[in-house]
């Protein structure tokens, strides 16, 4: 079992920036890709942003291309998504998630492990 907790979310205004973390609870968090998905009201689930479990490897939506950038940490077992040039459709309910393979899935069906998400709302 691996449980995730997310943090770093808020309110900023359009053009601003926000740090999400992940925190994972599993000590071979290096073995899991980590991933971030958003999910605004009304709304699938989307994919955001992936990384390798070694972090050789990234991915990203088409939406956030340049503007975020996902990292890990794998001594702190933390996931980090750095969001700069926040426009108002960012708004949603970030989650991280994890699964434990050298693959990166993009998709959230793939995912075993979910945090219980963080609010992002940007304001124009």
């Known amino acids: 079992q691996v449980q995730l907790v997310e943090s770093g979310g808020g309110l900023v205004q359009a053009g601003g920036s926000l740090r999400l973390s992940c925190a994972a609870s599993r000590r071979t968090f290096s073995s899991y890709a980590m991933a971030w998905f958003r999910q605004a009201p009304g709304r699938q689930r989307e994919f955001v942003a992936a990384?390798?479990?070694?972090?050789?490897?990234?991915y990203y939506a088409d939406s956030v291309k340049g503007r975020f950038t996902i990292s890990r940490d794998n001594a702190k077992n933390t996931v980090y998504l750095q969001m700069n040039s926040l426009k108002p459709e960012d708004t949603a309910v970030y989650y991280c998630a994890a699964d434990r393979t050298t693959n990166v899935p993009l998709s959230p069906g793939e995912y075993d492990y979910w945090g219980q998400g963080t609010q992002v709302t940007v304001s124009s």
């Open positions: 990384i390798s479990w070694i972090g050789g490897s990234t």
